[in-house]
């Protein structure tokens, strides 16, 4: 019975904590976007230039 009621707290904690840290998991997703989205906009120095066709 006690590994019963130990099954049970640790299922009910399991998703408090889900609960808890969705908003950060949010939050991080949502800066990560921001700082890739700035990354990607500007070049790289000693990346390779895109080759041009001739007109």
């Known amino acids: ?8 707290l640790r299922q ?3 998703a408090v904590a889900t609960v808890v840290t969705l ?3 949010a939050l991080a997703r949502l800066s990560g976007q921001v700082s890739s989205g700035a990354r990607r906009s500007r070049a790289r120095p000693g990346a390779p230039r895109p080759a ?4």
Do not use: E, H, L
Not at 52 to 55: D, K
């Open 23 to 25: 908003p950060f998991r």
């Open 1 to 8: 019975m006690s590994r019963a009621v130990a099954d049970g």
């Open 52 to 55: 041009v066709a001739p007109p």
């Open 12 to 14: 009910t904690g399991g």
